[in-house]
């Protein structure tokens, strides 16, 4: 078709690594436990499951093809995949919500940084849930604190993304998943020993149907997408960087087998302490920062533990916000002909200069309502539960009525040389069942549904 210098990832490990760090990220430790808390527990945890499998599945084996497929980034997939067609315009909207996706994961990231530094110095020693609450509040309320953590997360992440496929993504994802996992295990395991770590249990397998409501409903949906990171190019992107021979169907359960595991581990690390410490479960973003530092306390070495779930935190975040950055950075190295670090640069910069009002929304902006959300949490709400959904839907719509039917298949099977059983039954999901499911959830919480 085309030729290119194109760097793809060296080993089949090192891209199971990238993607799995894509996905595991913020949204699975820090997200997902207070997500669970706010809408539910147990019923939002079936809820999640169903929706990871029934709609996130196939819309990220959807992405998948399109950019290994086209072997392009966001923007390019439909240049070359859909040329001088309104799609083009999907391209743009994929770049522009990663970054936006972007400048509020920026904001928590930068809060992970501040949390190990707290850890490093000790700074929890002795504290009670008020004192560990308070020091929390007096952080976010802090005039430039934040900011400044956000902006060194942000330079990390770039540094990262000009080292380029192999010897940044790849390279930092392999050393980085494999330990977090193993943390992320002691960790559950400790919680289990807590007083009270039954109630947490229950609270986060039981479901309780009442509870669940059609806001909830969107939320599992919006957070299967979030914590999958399908729905606004970046997987597509990352997949542009797989080789031909890899098999997308079971590279892609496996991200998503790690990636509930890992959020549903990290609820049983952290609801457990919930319960244990009497915080309250609907405490919103600040419930990891408020939670493990009191679980850490009552652990032998437990400023060693707390050092390492902090960093290993900030690793998590750092291979998914990588993931992010490489969108418009491959978008401006592509298609605008920019060198790879000035196209960071330029990326970085922009982003973290909208992200500054995400992260000041908790301080000084606090009173700057949009909704009656604050900055952040409808940026969230805008990102997480509109435009990812609609991504989605745009993906289905593009793989299964738009592209070749035939070219679908053959990307899927390695031009033949795999067998896939399920084509017609996953082309009828594309068609309909993922669309429609989408369309609903979204049409119900804007209230177009009486
Ligand atoms: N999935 C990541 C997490 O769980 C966040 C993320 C990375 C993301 N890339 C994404 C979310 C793309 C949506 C879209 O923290």
Redesign the pocket.
Same mark, same amino acid.
């Given at each position: 078709m085309h030729h290119h210098t194109r760097i793809g990832f060296k080993s089949n490990l090192g891209a199971i690594a990238a993607l799995a760090g894509?996905?595991?990220?913020?949204?699975?430790i820090w997200k997902f436990p207070y997500v669970a808390g706010t809408n539910g527990g147990g019923a939002f945890l079936l809820v999640y499951i169903f929706f990871t499998l029934a709609i996130g599945f196939p819309v990220m084996l959807a992405e998948f093809s399109l950019g290994r497929r086209s072997q392009q980034n966001a923007f390019g997939t439909f240049r070359v995949l859909a040329p001088d067609s309104k799609w083009l315009l999907f391209g743009s909207l994929s770049i522009i919500a990663?970054s936006l996706?972007l400048s509020f994961?920026g904001t928590v990231s930068g809060w992970t940084l501040e949390y190990v530094w707290l850890s490093l110095t000790n700074a929890f020693q002795g504290q009670h849930a008020e004192e560990v609450t308070s020091v929390f509040n007096a952080f976010l309320s802090h005039p430039y604190k934040a900011l400044l953590w956000q902006i060194g997360f942000m330079a990390l992440t770039a540094a990262i993304i000009m080292g380029g496929v192999q010897k940044g993504i790849e390279r930092y994802s392999k050393i980085m998943m494999p330990l977090l996992f193993v943390i992320i295990i002691a960790l559950c395991i400790n919680s289990m020993t807590l007083t009270g770590a039954l109630e947490g249990l229950r609270f986060l397998f039981l479901p309780k149907f009442s509870e669940l409501t059609a806001n909830s409903i969107l939320s599992a949906l919006g957070q299967a997408?979030?914590?999958? =990171?399908?729905?606004?190019g970046?997987l597509l992107t990352y997949a542009s960087y797989l080789p031909k021979t890899d098999n997308l169907t079971t590279t892609s359960l496996k991200v998503i087998v790690t990636d509930t595991l890992v959020a549903i581990l990290a609820g049983m690390a952290i609801l457990p302490a919930v319960f244990s410490f009497g915080i309250d479960p609907q405490s919103g973003p600040g419930l990891v920062f408020l939670t493990l530092p009191q679980v850490f306390q009552g652990l032998p070495g437990g400023t060693v533990w707390a050092v390492l779930f902090f960093l290993l935190l900030t690793f998590a975040a750092l291979t998914?916000a990588i =993931?992010?950055l490489e969108v418009p950075v491959a978008y401006l190295v592509e298609e605008k002909k920019l060198k790879r670090p000035t196209a960071t640069l330029l990326a970085t910069l922009v982003i973290t200069v909208i992200g500054s009002f995400n992260t000041l929304s908790f301080g000084p902006l606090k009173h700057v309502k949009i909704f009656g959300m604050n900055i952040f949490d409808a940026c969230d709400y805008l990102c997480s539960n509109i435009l990812?959904p609609l991504g989605g839907i745009l993906i289905c719509l593009f793989a299964g009525w738009y592209l070749n039917k035939a070219l679908l298949y053959s990307e899927l099977s390695n031009d033949h040389r795999l067998k896939i059983r399920f084509f017609k039954l996953y082309i009828f999901i594309l068609r309909y069942i993922a669309p429609v499911c989408i369309f609903l959830i979204l049409l119900n919480v804007l209230g177009l549904l009486g």
């Open positions: 894509s996905a595991v990220g913020l949204g699975n990663a996706i994961y997408f979030f914590s999958l =990171s399908v729905g606004m970046i998914s =993931s992010l990812l």
